[in-house]
């Protein structure tokens, strides 16, 4: 299984982050996988933002629900992040990983992408 993470790499304060994941070697509706957003802020630890469930459900951070939606594209084996009325701490590297649900472990992960928030 292989995640690749795209998208612009520079966003303005205020405006909309958007992330897209394309997944090989496995398809983003078997069970019982989910699906995920995680960031490392410069400087931080991993931050969890959140999961898109193989059967389509959604799970946010507390702290970032508000501003956080995850879909996905099945056609296409992509699972998509936007997080609205970004600010510069937003900044950070994203990733997405694969969550196993009976193990509870990330078992792949992509490579992670930087965004980096500024005027």
């Known amino acids: 299984v292989q995640l690749q993470e795209s998208g612009p790499g520079l966003v303005k304060p205020s405006q909309t982050l958007s992330l897209t994941c394309t997944v090989s070697g496995g398809s983003i509706t078997t069970n019982y996988y989910y699906w995920s957003w995680i960031r490392q802020p410069p400087g931080k630890g991993l931050e969890w933002i959140g999961y898109i469930a193989y059967s389509g459900s959604t799970n946010y951070s507390p702290s970032l629900k508000s501003r956080t939606s995850i879909s996905r594209d099945t056609s296409n084996n992509q699972f998509s992040l936007q997080l609205s009325s970004v600010t510069p701490e937003d900044t950070a590297v994203y990733y997405c990983?694969?969550?196993?649900?009976?193990?509870?472990?990330?078992?792949?992960w992509g490579q992670g992408t930087q965004v980096t928030v500024s005027s």
């Open positions: 990983a694969r969550l196993e649900g009976s193990l509870e472990e990330y078992d792949y």
